[in-house]
């Protein structure tokens, strides 16, 4: 008898993330060397994503011991919290960029993460898109399985676009345990895999590139969490300093 189903989860999640550690370190520390040279000339790092992939945007910004120099583009035309069949909808327009592009006004000094599972979701390839034709250098993090599944679409997608493309390792279809059981009336296709493995890769980018400043005696700029002593004060010096460029500030 197989596992049950909650132990192959945890089991096949843990799986994944060792692969993604075995297997991507190169294009990690890649990345993290992109974001570590535009922090020297004051960029900041715009994590753009839709529907789910948003939610790692979310979980970058504005975070305790996550730096105060990332801003998550969190547009909620393209968030589930808007309705889960406009946000589907408003995401495969690739028009609707354009809007959110210029009221985030990335500028050359920066750099851009495009988290995307597909690697083929319109609004998230023209904000790419949009930041290559810029010199803002362009980081996605993708399921590689996805993009070679739906590149059958003929449609632009982030490999062509992408300076650094990071793959999550994730399946076709994001359910993590996709197999035939005879107490099921059909394929099964459960446990949501991306969202946990992109936000470890987002992270382990982020860190990267703080290892390489703290090398080299500068600052870290990291918020702590609002619960700790002193912490208010110095988290609201943080937001001041980059007041305007950072849109929940």
Same mark, same amino acid.
Request: glycine residues 6%.
């Given at each position: 008898? #197989?596992?049950?189903?909650?132990?192959?989860?945890?089991?096949?999640? +843990?799986?994944?993330?060792?692969? *993604?550690?075995?297997? !991507?370190?190169?294009?990690?520390?890649?990345?993290?060397?992109?974001?570590? !040279?535009?922090?020297?000339?004051? #960029? /900041? *790092? @715009?994590? $753009?994503?839709?529907?789910?992939?948003?939610?790692? +945007?979310?979980?970058?910004?504005?975070?305790?011991?996550? &730096?105060?120099? *990332?801003?998550?583009?969190?547009? &909620?035309?393209?968030?589930?919290?808007?309705?889960?069949?406009?946000?589907?909808?408003?995401?495969? /327009?690739?028009?609707?960029?354009?809007?959110?592009?210029?009221?985030?006004?990335?500028?050359?000094?920066? *750099?851009?993460?495009?988290?995307?599972?597909?690697?083929?979701?319109?609004?998230?390839? +023209?904000?790419?898109?949009?930041?290559?034709?810029?010199?803002? &250098?362009?980081?996605?993090?993708?399921?590689? =399985?996805?993009?070679?599944? $739906?590149?059958?679409?003929?449609? &632009?997608?982030?490999?062509?676009?992408?300076?650094?493309?990071?793959?999550?390792?994730?399946?076709? #279809?994001?359910?993590?345990?996709?197999?035939?059981?005879?107490?099921?009336?059909?394929?099964?296709? /459960?446990?949501?895999?991306?969202?946990?493995?992109?936000? $470890?890769?987002? @992270?382990?980018?982020?860190?990267?590139? =703080? !290892?390489?400043?703290?090398?080299? #005696?500068?600052?870290?700029?990291? $918020?702590?969490?609002? @619960?700790?002593?002193?912490?208010? +004060?110095?988290?609201?010096?943080?937001?001041?300093?980059?007041?305007?460029?950072?849109?929940?500030?």
């Amino acid at each position: 008898m #197989g596992l049950a189903l909650a132990d192959l989860y945890a089991k096949r999640i +843990a799986e994944t993330l060792a692969t *993604v550690i075995a297997s !991507e370190g190169e294009q990690v520390a890649k990345a993290a060397a992109m974001v570590r !040279e535009r922090r020297a000339q004051d #960029g /900041i *790092v @715009h994590v $753009f994503g839709s529907g789910h992939s948003q939610s790692v +945007a979310i979980d970058a910004t504005y975070r305790a011991a996550s &730096p105060a120099w *990332v801003n998550g583009v969190l547009d &909620p035309s393209l968030s589930v919290v808007r309705g889960a069949q406009s946000a589907s909808a408003a995401e495969d /327009i690739a028009e609707n960029a354009r809007p959110i592009f210029l009221q985030e006004r990335p500028t050359a000094a920066d *750099v851009t993460v495009v988290v995307c599972n597909s690697g083929t979701t319109p609004v998230s390839v +023209a904000w790419a898109k949009a930041c290559a034709d810029r010199g803002i &250098p362009v980081i996605s993090i993708v399921s590689k =399985l996805s993009l070679s599944y $739906f590149s059958r679409l003929e449609r &632009p997608s982030l490999d062509s676009i992408s300076d650094v493309l990071i793959d999550n390792h994730c399946p076709v #279809g994001d359910g993590i345990i996709q197999e035939e059981r005879d107490s099921a009336p059909r394929n099964i296709n /459960i446990g949501p895999s991306s969202t946990i493995v992109n936000v $470890f890769i987002l @992270h382990w980018v982020l860190v990267k590139a =703080l !290892e390489g400043m703290i090398e080299r #005696g500068e600052e870290v700029q990291t $918020f702590r969490s609002g @619960h700790l002593e002193g912490a208010s +004060a110095q988290n609201a010096a943080l937001m001041e300093a980059y007041r305007g460029r950072i849109r929940v500030y």
